[in-house]
């Protein structure tokens, strides 16, 4: 068999080509490049989606985290919980901001944040008095949701802004509505990679606070008030171009059947490999996105065994993540040293099969079949 892609976006293309082009054609023709109209209408189309009250795109889901950090105010002095076991940005804003991010372990069935030790990390901080603690980042990782119950309710407790980093998730849901309104602020990626994604960076923020949607569509907008040049703080350029919209759009169109596909492909992969390796375990009352299907191995060794294997069989594989953040140069200094051995042994057994919704049945049998040989 050639070359199976880790993710098809050709494929992906030709199959929506007539409404990207339309879509592309007219943005060419109004030449409103930035926050042109395509701009208000992904962002009521993307609100009606998820049911939430407001959406503000903005220029990337790294900056639709800092906009919403921005908007709280978060800044030196404060403590922002996150789990350890994500993508670096989820810690970057903080630090970028002047916070100091304080990591959690996660769940070692379902990788999302662990409300358990979330608590302890809390109380920890509290005893210290060195910190504030202002914000809880939830990342709902791979596409399943975290446990925004249990976190919302700490968080209430504690006095905690809530930020849910959907980046990976946007699709899924949880007790039977979509992610986009567990918790004050949701923060969207639209990389390329994502279930939804544009040709380019992009991002959305999602929220029920008419004064939060106003902060943020100030704040992507260098802090300007109700005209151009008036400035009422500091802010960015966090801004959505209208070409990226017109794709969004597009690619909406067949949303709903690409999540279908790949929970299909899902369903597959833990029927074939369950007895084998280990395969996700979904969040209780909920559905995943499925941006990434992740087994795990036995060990390292293993696990370089069977990407070896399957890169021989034309099967391409990721990692992650392949180092927790607490282990990271760029974050050691800020982390207090808590011991955290789940996210350290998932970095050193996880591993990624394709999954995207232009997968044939071929390929998945192949991706399958070449697992299984590998770990015979």
């Known amino acids: 068999?050639?070359?199976?892609p880790f993710l098809d976006l050709k494929a992906q293309q030709a199959r929506i080509k007539d409404e990207?082009?339309?879509?592309?054609?007219t943005v060419l023709e109004h030449c409103q490049f930035v926050l042109?109209?395509?701009?208000?209408?992904?962002?009521?189309?993307l609100a009606s989606y998820c049911g939430a009250a407001y959406c503000v795109s903005v220029s990337s889901g790294t900056d639709a985290l800092q906009i919403a950090m921005m908007a709280e105010g978060i800044g030196r002095g404060d403590a922002v919980f996150l789990p350890a076991f994500t993508y670096t940005a989820t810690a970057e804003v903080p630090l970028v901001l002047g916070a100091t991010p304080v990591f959690c372990d996660v769940d070692p069935l379902t990788f999302q944040i662990d409300p358990a030790h979330l608590e302890q990390r809390i109380g920890a901080v509290r005893a210290a008095g060195k910190l504030r603690p202002r914000a809880l980042i939830g990342v709902d990782l791979?596409?399943?949701?975290?446990?925004?119950?249990?976190?919302s309710t700490l968080a209430a407790r504690e006095g905690i802004f809530t930020l849910d980093d959907c980046a990976q998730?946007?699709?899924?849901?949880?007790?039977?509505?979509?992610?986009?309104?567990?918790?004050?602020?949701?923060?969207?990626?639209?990389?390329?990679?994502?279930?939804?994604?544009?040709?380019?960076?992009?991002?959305?923020l999602f929220t029920e606070s008419a004064e939060r949607a106003a902060l943020y569509r100030s704040l992507r907008t260098h802090g300007e008030g109700t005209t151009r040049y008036e400035v009422l703080r500091t802010g960015m350029n966090g801004r959505l171009d209208s070409?990226?919209?017109?794709?969004?759009?597009?690619?909406?169109?067949?949303?709903?059947?690409?999540l279908a596909i790949r929970e299909r492909i899902a369903r597959i992969y833990d029927s074939r490999l369950g007895n084998a390796v280990g395969t996700p375990v979904r969040v209780p009352d909920s559905t995943s996105a499925w941006a990434i299907y992740a087994i795990l191995l036995r060990d390292g060794a293993a696990r370089d065994h069977v990407q070896a294997s399957l890169k021989a069989a034309g099967v391409p594989t990721a990692i992650y993540y392949p180092r927790p953040l607490h282990l990271q140069p760029a974050y050691r200094d800020s982390h207090d040293g808590a011991a955290l051995p789940v996210s350290e042994d998932l970095a050193t057994r996880i591993l990624a099969l394709p999954i995207h919704p232009d997968l044939t049945d071929e390929a998945v049998a192949h991706i399958c079949d070449s697992v299984l040989a590998a770990v015979a």
């Open 36 to 45: 042109g109209p395509e701009v208000a209408e992904l962002e009521a189309a």
């Open 243 to 258: 070409i990226q919209a017109a794709v969004l759009l597009a690619k909406l169109t067949v949303f709903a059947d690409e």
């Open 142 to 151: 791979f596409g399943q949701p975290a446990n925004w119950p249990a976190l």
């Open 20 to 25: 990207l082009r339309r879509r592309l054609d």
């Open 1 to 4: 068999m050639t070359q199976i």
């Open 169 to 204: 998730s946007f699709g899924a849901t949880l007790q039977g509505r979509q992610l986009g309104t567990a918790a004050d602020a949701t923060a969207v990626s639209f990389f390329p990679s994502k279930p939804l994604g544009a040709y380019g960076d992009g991002g959305a």
